[in-house]
């Protein structure tokens, strides 16, 4: 027999993909995405409040440190 051989299993799958899979991949990098923003939403705001909570401390802080240079 000459020719190319049938594509196995995984390869027949892999060309009856459709837009479903397209779309939960998609879905599945935009909620990726989400978290990440959500992450740094939290993170930016534990800095504010630690800024807000310690200025009194971080100010005399760094005016110690600026007369000592």
Known sequence: MTGTPAPGPSVARGLKRG???QRRC???R???????????????????VS????????SSLLSLIASAV
Do not use: H, K
Not at 35 to 48: H, R, S
Not at 51 to 58: A, E, G
């Open 51 to 58: 800024l807000l909570f310690f200025s009194d401390q971080l």
């Open 19 to 21: 837009r479903g899979d």
């Open 30 to 48: 935009g909620q990726g995405l989400v978290e990440y923003g959500l992450i740094l939403v939290l993170a930016v705001v534990v800095c504010v």
């Open 26 to 28: 998609a879905a599945r």
